[in-house]
Nanobody, 116 residues
């Protein structure tokens, strides 16, 4: 079993920054993709950013140029640096991990609130 522990959410004013972290631990596994999703009230969960084990990046258009995803493979940890935050970035952010065996795991979510 894989556990994902997120940290770094909170309340910030528009234009501010936050950094989310997600550390994976548990049974032996090979990580393929790690990423962040978010879900705002009344909306579907959406991909924010993802990074593969080879460093391939994928960003939602709405966050390109403002958010940066990175990972430390040795620590099985993924980060999301969020700059120039907007009120529409307000959501619960979930860490996600897909193993090479194509198993998906999710974190418990961390709230990000951006005030105008």
């Amino acid at each position: 079993q894989v556990q994902l522990v997120e940290s770094g959410g909170g309340l910030v004013q528009a234009g501010g920054s936050l950094r989310l972290s997600c550390a994976a631990s548990g049974s032996m596994f090979k990580v393929n993709v790690m990423g962040w999703y978010r879900q705002a009230p009344g909306k579907q969960r959406e991909l924010v950013a993802a990074i593969s084990s080879l460093g391939r990046l994928n960003y939602a258009d709405s966050v390109k140029g403002r958010f940066t995803i990175s990972r430390d493979n040795a620590k099985n940890t993924v980060y999301l640096q969020m700059n120039s935050l907007k009120p529409e970035d307000t959501a619960v952010y979930y860490c996600a991990l897909t193993t090479l065996a194509a198993n998906d795991y999710w974190g418990q979510g961390t709230q990000v609130t951006v005030s105008s």
